[in-house]
């Protein structure tokens, strides 16, 4: 195990509804950054959190937005859901921004009808 | 910009056989990081070795080993003495100066008895 959690697993949503997911990092890491996974696709990076500050996003729309708390865990929060959304949301801490090992957690997997 | 290229989408290897998992990679900072993961299809991905970019030697951990050729931008993971549980989807990422793991598209491995 990782000791990085993911919750929750499994996840329906409705078009045009908000989801929020969540992530505890290892002990000790102050990094998270949260990728999306299409099926049949290698993961895209949506944004890093690093100390509670925004730390680099990737190609993603505002209504894709995020946290990170004192304690370093995080939520990602999508508005405004799309079909497109569907996919696996990963979630993964390093310690320091060029971490050399990042851990993933288990995946949100959310599915938008 | 920065790619990973994985050209093989789907290997069978035989049990207790090695085998090579390819992967090229395009980048233009000086210093970076290549990754292995294998992503079982629980869905976690996990982490397996790690490349830099200004190691001298080949990385290697257990029955995992990378074979680095910074002149030709390979990073190829050689798996040696497969074994079932090995079957599984494996991504090879880079990580640079935008702070962010880029994926490969995968390779998914079979290991036959």
């Known amino acids: 195990e990782t000791g990085v959690t993911q919750s929750p697993t499994h996840l329906i949503k409705t078009r045009g509804q908000q989801v929020t997911l969540r992530c505890s990092s290892q002990?000790?890491?102050?990094?998270v950054s949260w990728y999306q996974q299409a099926l049949g696709q290698g993961p895209q990076f949506i944004f890093q959190?690093?100390?509670?500050?925004?730390?680099g996003r990737g190609n993603f729309p505002p209504r894709f937005s995020g946290l990170q708390f004192p304690n370093y865990s995080s939520e990602l929060n999508v508005n405004a859901l799309e079909l497109d959304d569907s996919a696996l949301y990963l979630c993964?801490?390093?310690?320091?921004?060029?971490?050399?090992?990042?851990?993933f957690g288990q995946g949100t997997r959310l599915t938008v009808v | 910009a920065q790619k990973i290229t994985q050209t093989q989408p789907g290997m069978f290897v035989q049990e207790k056989e090695a085998v090579t998992l390819d992967c090229t990679y395009d980048?233009?900072?000086?210093?970076?990081?290549l990754f292995w993961y294998k992503q079982p299809s629980s869905g976690e991905m996990i982490f397996l070795i790690y490349?830099?970019?200004?190691?001298?030697q080949n990385a290697t951990e257990g029955r995992y080993s990378l074979n680095f050729q910074k002149a030709r931008k390979s990073a190829n993971l050689v798996i040696s003495a497969s074994q079932l549980g090995d079957s599984a989807m494996y991504f090879c990422?880079?990580?640079?100066?935008?702070?962010?793991?880029?994926f490969g598209t995968g390779t998914l491995l079979a290991v036959q008895p």
């Open positions: 993964a801490s390093s310690l320091a921004i060029r971490g050399t090992e990042a851990f």
């Open positions: 002990s000790g890491h102050n990094t």
């Open positions: 959190y690093y100390r509670e500050e925004e730390n």
């Open positions: 980048t233009s900072d000086p210093s970076y990081g």
């Open positions: 490349q830099g970019s200004y190691d001298q």
């Open positions: 990422a880079l990580y640079g100066a935008t702070n962010k793991l880029i």
